[in-house]
């Protein structure tokens, strides 16, 4: 798995499954889903993305048999990203999965097939790290050499070999077979499938869940501000809904080009206008930081107001979102301490900022203006109570926090949302798996 033309960067950007349909009595099949490595050249900031897909992708499944890191047998030194990356996934998982952790060595044919001196320090940082627990022993490890493979790439492209080459590859090729068999029979029989989700949500998964939440929760707070002041405003009677639409690709949204404006109501809305992305945008050439991910396309509709439409009830439910807005984001940044940044308030500030865009020239109108000051006054109050949090460090347990994200999905606008959500990962997840039959010629890609 190798980029020539990207030495050190990644190559897989994406998690990715290849189901292999084992020749046995039982018609097991075997899920290898091979993920984004660490240590990318491109530095901490791409590592730490590609960290926050594996935790997302994981967190979507229901349980996993084995974690296997991948690592050199012949290493100086192991790279820290390593511990942060197992301690990030420990904490997603649980305790339980360290009995499910695997090492796994590649390249192996130059150290005799053993964990060389990658052992030794291997070791040495688990004890140092407090992650003594996490078996590295004969059983689970595996060591094996992809040489072999190279070898039959190249007699395929008609390059020749002595029989000194024919006969190292050849062992190289029976010593990697064996030890795949091992690791298989360990995987399938010895090892107890770790549940992902059970009863007890640990603080990673409460975090990925917010992180999740964060786009669904401030976009029905601005539609129940618009609602209000059309309801104040307007005498048309008419109200806008919020339409999530699936996605069927990776995408983001790019803040620097122009996007389609449509006018609902007295009320103009900038669209979203997706761009698929993968390691680079396939629509515009613009900074990366420019670009904000999405789950969902949002599209809007406008329609008479139902006659049992309730102002308080919408006020109550706007109070209760600003609540549960301030709760989420200082449990992100100050228990589960996924970042350092306010994703609540930098989505918040986005959201201005589009709508003052919509305050200046053919689209500048009373009721557009009257939304942003709205925004403004809801970040106002948010940024007081995230002080007033920080200040007296009264914050709710996880326990609490849990119950807070069942209330606030029971929310029909957050429940439509976040459906879309998972459509979309699940669509996207499908995409890169790769099914292999018992007859190696009848590999299928989804």
Not at 6 to 15: A, E, K, L, R, W
Not at 215 to 229: G, K, S, Y
Not at 404 to 412: A, E, M, R, V
Not at 414 to 424: G, H, N, P, V, W
Request: one cysteine or more; hydrophobic letters at 35%; glycine letters at 2%.
């Amino acid at each position: 798995n190798e980029d020539f033309d990207h030495p050190g960067q990644s190559v897989t950007q994406h998690c990715k499954s290849y189901v292999f349909h084992l020749n046995d009595t039982n018609k097991t099949k075997l899920r290898i889903i091979d993920t984004p490595g660490f240590g990318d050249t491109r530095g901490l900031r791409q590592d730490d993305a590609n960290m926050q897909h594996i935790l997302e992708y994981i967190n979507e499944l229901t349980h996993l048999n084995a974690v296997c890191f991948l690592l050199k047998p012949n290493a100086s030194r192991i790279n820290s990203f390593f511990i942060a990356c197992l301690t990030q996934l420990l904490d997603l998982l649980g305790p339980n999965a360290r009995q499910n952790i695997v090492f796994c060595f590649t390249n192996a044919r130059s150290t005799f097939y053993t964990p060389g001196d990658t052992a030794p320090l291997l070791k040495s940082m688990l004890q140092s790290f407090s992650f003594g627990d996490i078996p590295f022993i004969k059983q689970n490890t595996f060591c094996f050499d992809n040489e072999s493979f190279r070898y039959l790439v190249a007699r395929q492209n008609s390059i020749e070999f002595n029989d000194q080459d024919y006969s190292e590859y050849e062992n190289s090729w029976s010593k990697s077979v064996t030890e795949s068999n091992h690791f298989l029979s360990f995987v399938c029989r010895e090892l107890k499938s770790h549940v992902i989700k059970d009863e007890s949500q640990s603080i990673k998964q409460t975090q990925l869940q917010i992180s999740c939440m964060i786009r669904p929760m401030l976009e029905t707070m601005r539609n129940i501000f618009q609602n209000l002041i059309a309801w104040k405003m307007d005498t048309s009677n008419g109200s806008i809904e919020l339409n999530p639409i699936v996605l069927h690709r990776s995408a983001a949204v790019c803040y620097t080009c122009p996007r389609p404006i449509i006018k609902l109501g007295k009320f103009w809305i900038i669209k979203d206008f997706p761009h698929e992305i993968q390691n680079t945008c396939y629509s515009c050439a613009c900074p990366s930081d420019q670009h904000i991910r999405i789950d969902y396309k949002l599209d809007y509709t406008y329609c008479e107001r139902c006659p049992n439409t309730n102002q308080e009830e919408m006020k109550k439910s706007l109070d209760l979102l600003f609540r549960a807005s301030a709760e989420f984001a200082y449990f992100l940044m100050n228990v589960a301490r996924s970042s350092k940044d306010d994703s609540f308030l930098i989505h918040i500030v986005h959201m201005i900022s589009r709508e003052n865009d919509l305050c200046t020239g053919e689209t500048r109108n009373e009721m557009n203006s009257k939304l942003v000051e709205k925004l403004m006054e809801l970040m106002a109050r948010y940024q007081q109570s995230i002080e007033t949090l920080e200040r007296n460090q009264e914050h709710s347990n996880l326990n609490d926090i849990n119950v807070l994200i069942q209330t606030i999905y029971k929310n029909p606008m957050i429940q439509k949302q976040m459906d879309a959500i998972k459509q979309s990962r699940k669509i996207i997840m499908k995409q890169y798996e790769c099914e292999f039959l018992n007859d190696s010629t009848n590999a299928k890609t989804s």
